[in-house]
T-cell receptor, first 112, second 115 residues
Framework: QKEVEQNSGPLSVPEGAIASLNCTYS??????FFWYRQYSGKSPELIMSIYSNGDKEDGRFTAQLNKASQYVSLLIRDSQPSDSATYLCAVNRGGGYNKLIFGAGTRLAVHP | EPEVTQTPSHQVTQMGQEVILRCVPI?????FYWYRQILGQKVEFLVS????????KSEIFDDQFSVERPDGSNFTLKIRSTKLEDSAMYFC?????????????FGEGSRLTVL
């Protein structure tokens, strides 16, 4: 079982729609969860962090965490073509480790 | 806005040569990391560094790799004898706190091509 799993996509949504990106993780000891955006050939850019169960909103982005189900999601409202990128889910390794484990990413394509 | 800076942006080297990749983390950050991403693959953890010593390292980070914080600002990754499979984008990252509660910010990366 992969430590952090994401659908590779592409997830194709029309401009203005809601894009929903999902991530599951295997380590029940994980305490921090992050969404990064990565444009092709560029570095990961932090979008959201979430540490407790529930929703966290920041502008057009909402992160959702369910630790019981070991599930994290990212909603992007009013999707724009500029949101087209690969979205990486990252989870800290529990048990006192100091590292983030990344999923392989979901490619999002927003078409006009 | 403070940022992590990396040099060089691209380095081409011959197999067996030594390479040093440099990073200047965000100034008030205490935790430093190197990650790499082989083309088309996921971002992989290499090493984390805190209080002038390695706190974690992955299986990838073997004896050919080393890290150093030679002064108060730079954080370097050395690959002693490069192999073809070391070709990748190497990202430096830093955070104020450890990964239980700290957000990692990444530099723009150094692309290493080993011929």
């Amino acid at each position: 079982q992969k430590e952090v799993e994401q659908n590779s996509g592409p997830l194709s949504v029309p401009e203005g729609a809601i894009a929903s990106l999902n991530c599951t993780y295997s380590d029940r000891g994980s305490q921090s969860f992050f969404w990064y955006r990565q444009y092709s050939g560029k570095s990961p850019e932090l979008i959201m962090s979430i540490y407790s169960n529930g929703d966290k909103e920041d502008g057009r982005f909402t992160a959702q965490l369910n630790k019981a189900s070991q599930y994290v999601s990212l909603l992007i409202r009013d999707s724009q073509p500029s949101d087209s990128a690969t979205y990486l889910c990252a989870v800290n390794r529990g048990g006192g480790y100091n590292k983030l484990i990344f999923g392989a990413g979901t490619r999002l394509a927003v078409h006009p | 806005e403070p940022e992590v800076t990396q040099t060089p942006s691209h380095q081409v080297t011959q197999m067996g040569q030594e390479v040093i990749l440099r990073c200047v983390p965000i100034s008030n950050h205490l935790y430093f990391y190197w990650y790499r991403q082989i083309l088309g693959q996921k971002v992989e953890f290499l090493v984390s560094f805190y209080n002038n010593e390695i706190s974690e390292k992955s299986e990838i980070f073997d004896d050919q790799f080393s890290v150093e914080r030679p002064d108060g600002s730079n954080f370097t990754l050395k690959i002693r004898s490069t192999k073809l499979e070391d070709s990748a984008m190497y990202f430096c990252a830093s955070s104020e706190r450890d990964t239980k509660s700290g957000e990692l910010f990444f530099g723009e990366g150094s692309r290493l091509t080993v011929l």
